[in-house]
Each structure stands twice: as C-alpha cells, then as structure tokens.
C-alpha cells in the first residue's frame, strides 16, 4: 500500500534549511533577464551564433517581459527560468547546425506515430511509460527531450553515460533534495517518457511555459497565434532524433513508430492532424475537478520555491479557465480525428485495467501486443508500481476554499459529451 501524504502546510510553507538556503542564494545572486544575455550564454555554451529564422526573438522577449514583470517571483526561479531559456536557445543553435550540415535529416518519415493527448494529470504519463514500454516503438525519455542535439566534442562519461542524461539526473536529484514531494506528483528522473512539446521550446513555443511561470499575456498570444509552424519544428526535431538514432544503430532504430503525448494537442487537434496525417490518437478523459485539484495543489507546492506567496485564488482562477480551454477546444474539432484513426480512453476504464486499455489502443493502431510487448510492459510495472512514491491526499475546499460539486457543475458541457464519471470522495 502506498504511502498517504497530507500538505499540511500548503498554503503557508515551513521552509527546510535546505529550501532556505537555495533562496538565500538566489537573493545573493540576482541576474538579468534580458534577450542578450540568455542569447550569449546560449552561444558561449554551443560555440555556434546562427540562430536560424529571426522570428523566436518575438517569442522570447514576450517571455523575458512577462517573467521580469512578475514581482512576486523569488529571485531563485529566476535563475532556473535563465536556465531554461539559455538552453533552449543552445538547443536551437545546435538544431540548426545540424540541419545546414545534415540537410538529408528533412527526408525523414514520421510513420504512423501513436500520439496520445489529454488533460494534464488524466493519465497520459502513465499510458504513454506503459506504451513506450513495449521496444517496437520509440519513445522521447526526459534526458533526451532536454537536449536533443550533444554538445560539439563533448565526450560521453565513464562506463559510456551520456553527459545529457548526467545532467537531467543531477537535475532531477537536485529538485527532489529542493521540493522532495514533487516525485509522488510528477516524477521527473531521466528515463521517463516525457511530451515532445519540449520540442518547440527551442522555438520559444508550446503552452509549457504556462506551468513555470505566470504569463497571461504569453497565453493569450498563443491563443491568437497558428501553432502549425511551431508543430513543424517539432516534427522537424523528432526525425532530426530519428536520423541520429539511426546512425547509432545501423538504421534499424530510426525506422520505428513513434509513441508521443502531450496535454496541449487536445486543444490543437486540427494542428496535430495536419502535422501527423497518418497518426493512431488516443485521447483521456478524465474529471476535470480531479485534474483541477491536482495541478492547482502541484502549483501550489512548487510556489514555495517559485514565489514569494502562495496565491490559491489565483492558481484556482487560472487553472478552471485553463482546463475548460482545453476541453472546449477537444469539443469542438474532437471530430476532425476519424474513428479509425482514434480511441477516447475514459479514465476510470483506464485505472481498471491498464492493460486491456493498453491492448485496445494498440489494436486501434494496426500493432496488436505480442507476447513479449506484454512481456515488457509487465516488467516495466514491476518497476515502477502505483504510488511509489507516495500517494498524495488532495482536499479542494481545505486548501482552496472551492466545493467540488461546484467547480464540476463548470464542466457539465464535458459531462455530457464524453464518458466521464464524476470522482468525489
């Protein structure tokens, strides 16, 4: 039985020594935000300066905008948001070398990919680490997701470990030691199967810097703005992997199908058909309250570190009108995606019995489990069973003041569309 574990300081955090001192350091170290220094950091790091296409800089200052007009954020995020873009920016100097020099990389096949899309915390990291795990396919663990490209003449560790995923482990123990509950809310360790949204970071693009940062106007500019391009450059980075992959290994890696998942395509699903035609979708349901109440109590543990407040109102505000722009997006064009070619995956079916929900998508993909995918699944549950890390207790009216029946009421239009059950106490 996985352990329970109740936030009893939520809302008004009792800082570890080890907290404290990180944001004493970070307020004896403060640093601009500015697109120079992040683009020459970017260059000191790669030893390359050509950027390619111009038109991130927009993207980027709007990002820079947004974070240095945030007073409340302590001057440690800053530091760990200079780090994020100063490696997407490298990233995307490495990409584009890459690119001019291997302009064959273009006449990659993306074939047929299983991409799965959702409402963050309905299930998708889980189906997408069962799916992974059956080798037929390739897959976009965490390390690799961060650094696509390796550093020019970086030579790879002792007992042959890649120096990336050195760093995304280092970085991994480094945030557990930081916020050691985060592991029971969204383990991060270097092999998990993580969103090829990552992918458009170096395109400064995908809805993920709306969970490190406060950018209401980054948002609305993504709401106004064709996402196809960005999905391009995505796709462009998955075969530029796929081409390395197959170099490594003689060309029989780079010509497996692809299993993918991101919560943003469910809002993006007329983007995602035109990206990936030929592509099998597996799309969670999940009761909006309960994924509600899960993000909104992970936001709220991370402000700790993030921030000098814990806002609830503001995290509940912002993450109801998040979740329904989702869902009404995935109302409106979920027709555009044949029967054929997609699967709704309710929830409660899912946690009932992974496998068989597992079994179903795959046949819906013309790739029905062998004995052995079942074979490796099994084991990779072995590994990693429910709750290893604990299982968080959430309370929406004790820790936001916000009745669930009340909040779920928002979301009968979704009630009524797709096979959800309602998940109270």
């Known amino acids: 039985m996985a352990e329970a574990i109740s936030i009893d300081d939520l809302l008004e955090p009792r800082l570890s020594d080890i907290q404290a001192n990180l944001l004493a350091f970070g307020d004896a170290n403060p640093l601009a935000l500015t697109e120079q220094a992040v683009l020459d950091a970017a260059r000191a790091r790669t030893g390359l300066r050509d950027f390619g296409s111009d038109d991130f800089r927009e993207r980027l200052n709007l990002l ?23 490696r997407y920016a490298a990233n995307r100097l490495l990409i584009h070398d890459t690119l001019q020099r291997h302009p064959e990389i273009h006449d990659e096949v993306i074939d047929r990919p299983i991409v799965i899309a959702g ?18 396919l390739q897959s976009l663990p965490l390390w690799e997701s961060y650094e696509p490209v390796p550093l020019p003449s970086e030579a790879m560790l002792p007992g042959g470990i890649d120096p990336r995923y050195q760093r995304c482990a280092d970085a991994w123990a480094q945030s557990q030691r930081s916020s050691p509950l985060i592991a029971a809310m969204h383990p991060m360790n270097p092999d998990h199967i993580h969103e090829e949204l990552e992918l458009m970071g170096p395109d400064f693009a995908s809805y993920n810097f709306e969970w490190i940062g406060r950018v209401p106007r980054w948002r609305d500019h993504y709401y106004a703005t064709d996402q196809t391009p960005h999905y391009a450059y995505m796709k462009t980075v998955l075969k530029l992997l796929q081409w390395q992959r197959g170099r490594r290994s003689g060309g029989q890696h780079g010509r497996q199908r692809w299993v993918l998942k991101c919560p943003q395509h469910l809002e993006q699903l007329p983007v995602l058909k035109a990206t990936f035609p030929d592509a099998t979708v597996a799309i969670t349901h999940r009761d909006p309250v309960a994924v509600i109440q899960s993000a909104v109590t992970m936001q709220a543990y991370s402000s700790r570190m993030q921030r000098t407040e814990v806002d609830a109102p503001w995290l509940i505000a912002y993450w109801a009108d998040r979740v329904e722009h989702l869902l009404r997006g995935c109302m409106a064009d979920r027709g555009v995606w044949p029967e054929a070619q997609s ?56 820790d936001f003041g916000v009745d669930p029946d009340t909040l779920r009421a928002r979301f009968q239009f979704y009630f009524d569309a797709f096979p959800v059950k309602a998940e109270r106490a």
Request: proline share 5%; hydrophobic share 45%.
């Open 343 to 398: 699967i709704d995956v309710p929830f409660h079916e899912f946690m009932a019995d992974d496998i068989a929900m597992v079994a179903r998508i795959m046949d819906k993909a013309q790739m029905p489990l062998t004995d052995r995918a079942r074979g490796e699944i099994a084991a990779h549950m072995e590994a990693h069973p429910r709750g290893k890390e604990g299982r968080l207790i959430y309370n929406l009216k004790r």
């Open 119 to 136: 409402l963050p915390r309905s299930g998708t990291t889980h189906l997408v680490n069962l799916i992974a795990a059956d080798t037929r």
């Open 64 to 86: 820079l905008d947004e974070w240095n007009g945030d007073p409340a954020m302590t001057h440690l995020w800053r530091m760990t948001l200079f780090g994020y873009a100063t």
